[in-house]
């Protein structure tokens, strides 16, 4: 911050700071491994502008991020994660993230539609899950 008057200038560093993202909840606690799946993320200090707050879970970037407040982003899944997640998110420099907030669903296979085959090879199998 500086201020002048007249000739005179008189500055002060580190004057004022901001509050890093504190998160709370999220909407969904579940989803399949599949992706797109939206999560809004509620909490505070996530940027008074829609260009200011991202949103990450686990180590990947959200597929899009909507900032929709000061306390709630939304969040598109990328595809392919699974387990449970941290979610985090960025308001300018500032972090601020919540540990196991957010899990996915392992594929899970069902059924094959050839049980056996010839030893040659070349051969075709469907496999069946969700």
């Given at each position: 911050v500086a201020v002048t008057a007249g000739v005179w200038v008189g500055s002060l560093t580190e004057a004022f700071s901001?509050?890093?993202p504190a998160?709370?909840?999220?909407t969904r606690a579940n989803a399949p491994a599949t992706g797109s799946?939206?999560?809004?993320v509620h909490g505070a200090n996530f940027g008074a502008?829609?260009?200011?707050?991202?949103?990450?879970?686990?180590h990947s970037a959200c597929?899009?991020?909507?900032?929709?407040?000061?306390?709630?982003?939304?969040c598109r899944s990328v595809r392919g994660l699974t387990g449970t997640r941290r979610v985090a998110v960025?308001?300018?420099?500032?972090?601020?993230?919540?540990?196991?907030?957010?899990?996915?669903?392992?594929?899970a296979l069902s059924t094959g539609t050839r049980a056996n085959?010839?030893?040659t090879g070349?051969?075709?199998v469907t496999v069946h899950g969700a």
């Open positions: 901001f509050d890093a998160l709370s909840t999220g799946t939206s999560v809004t502008a829609r260009y200011s707050a991202g949103g990450r879970l686990g597929e899009a991020s909507a900032w929709e407040s000061d306390t709630a982003l939304a960025t308001a300018g420099v500032w972090v601020g993230s919540l540990t196991e907030a957010f899990s996915f669903d392992a594929p085959a010839p030893a070349s051969t075709s």
